[in-house]
């Protein structure tokens, strides 16, 4: 090939400290030099909310003197606001060197630098875990596991009831393995948004319609069985006959005895995003908090810390642009440190994208897949279509991998 003058210039991704190393191993960096390189080649910027003005000033002063950045409130110069929010902007380097200046600084400063180094490994984690289901187990982190659908229900908004008798549910449970499917879903109460203002379904109905199906997959299939609920009633029962994991679409937050169930038969948690309505001041911020809380609520009741798994609630208590900013904003969610489940198969913002009924979304289902995977923030996907929705899945885990 001819020379070609100039030198061939492009921005490098780096999305973590083993991007960086790599690229500097590349140019011929040693092995000590790449370590000691690598934090000050990767840039985060994070959100602190409601900090005190005073601890502010001295925030913004130090990460300026490492050559980071702070933004806070405009009233913070004049001491018109008690309180602020902050954006702190640098490379892992400066908030390694900052943290240590701020463990000797008051106004709750050597609190926030523990917050920020567990928020910065929390986003960075990748690690292999073993979710224990029971007598079966689960393997997160080497690939994305797929979960399939089971509404037993006469009102899904999917497949319109498709399931509900008990002999076609399982047979399609059976299908939903051969096809590829990690996890069985199964749900016995339709959560679609019109039911929302009707009078809930009761605990004695949803385990009537749930239990016979769960009976039989306990003894049929190898793959671990989820009971979609927010009922500690519903839960302890299905746990009693055999189920493997609890999937709370309130994050236990609805029932205040569900996650003491869940504690007690030692299974995996799944709490999801949701609220009454769509009106937020911050929506990813909201949405953290409130998972947060989720976490702390299972804790507490003895759920253990490596036995839940987070759902942004796509579909709940948003709207279709709210919907589609989370969708955008996923990787914020490994602020958390924890698994993640992602379930938009089919979903109303799909549809109102697409302007496509229910049964026509599989194009639109596959390419939110697609999307959180690569963002690094699906470690579960949730979905109706198993057998194309794992074949997607495989391809996208290959290219995520090769990076």
């Known amino acids: 090939m001819e020379k070609q003058d100039g030198h061939n210039l492009r921005v490098v991704l780096i999305k973590d400290q083993e991007d960086a190393k790599k690229a500097l191993v590349e140019v011929g960096t040693d092995q000590p030099g790449s370590r000691w390189m690598a934090p000050k080649a990767v840039h985060r910027v994070i959100r602190i909310k409601n900090l005190n003005s005073k601890a502010a000033v001295i925030l913004k002063q130090e990460m300026l003197s490492r050559g980071g950045e702070a933004a806070l409130s405009r ?30 600084q008051p106004f709750g400063l050597r609190r926030l630098a523990d917050e920020i180094k567990e928020v910065l490994d929390n986003y960075d984690k990748q690690e292999i875990r073993t979710l224990r289901c ?56 339709s959560t679609r948004p019109i039911t929302w203002n009707e009078e809930p379904l009761s605990a004695a109905e949803e385990i009537r319609r749930i239990i016979p199906v769960l009976e039989r997959l306990v003894r049929e299939i190898k793959v671990p069985i989820s009971i979609d609920t927010y009922k500690a009633e519903t839960a302890r029962a299905a746990l009693e006959a055999g189920a493997h994991i609890i999937n709370d679409i309130w994050g236990f937050q609805r029932d205040p005895k569900i996650a003491s169930v869940a ?66 904003c996923l990787r914020e969610l490994r602020s958390l ?8 198969s089919r979903k109303s913002m799909i549809g109102k994208t697409l302007d496509l009924p229910a049964d026509q979304r599989l194009e639109g289902s596959l390419a939110t897949v697609v999307w959180g995977i690569a963002q690094g923030a699906a470690d579960i996907v949730r979905v109706h279509d198993v057998k194309e929705t794992v074949r997607a899945v495989r391809m996208t885990d290959a290219i995520v991998c090769s990076l």
């Open 337 to 344: 440190g924890k698994p993640v489940l992602l379930g938009t």
């Open 75 to 104: 009233g913070v110069g004049n001491f018109s606001v008690e309180e602020t929010d902050c954006l702190l902007m640098g490379t892992l380097r400066q908030y390694d060197e900052l943290r240590k200046k701020l463990k000797m």
């Open 134 to 189: 029971r007598d079966l187990s689960l393997t997160l982190g080497e690939r994305t596991l797929v979960m399939g659908i089971l509404n037993v229900t006469p009102d899904s908004f999917s497949d319109g009831g498709k399931f509900y008798d008990p002999e076609i549910a399982v047979e399609h449970a059976h299908e939903m393995v051969e096809e590829g499917a990690d996890i069985i879903d199964l749900g016995g109460e």
């Open 263 to 328: 504690a007690e038969y030692d299974v995996p948690v799944i709490l999801m995003h949701n609220k009454d309505g769509t009106e937020y001041q911050d929506l990813m911020g909201e949405l953290l908090a409130f998972l947060r809380r989720s976490v702390e609520i299972a804790l507490e009741a003895g759920v253990k810390p490596d036995q839940v798994i987070l759902d942004p609630g796509i579909g709940f208590g948003k709207d279709v642009n709210q919907n589609r900013i989370v969708m955008r």
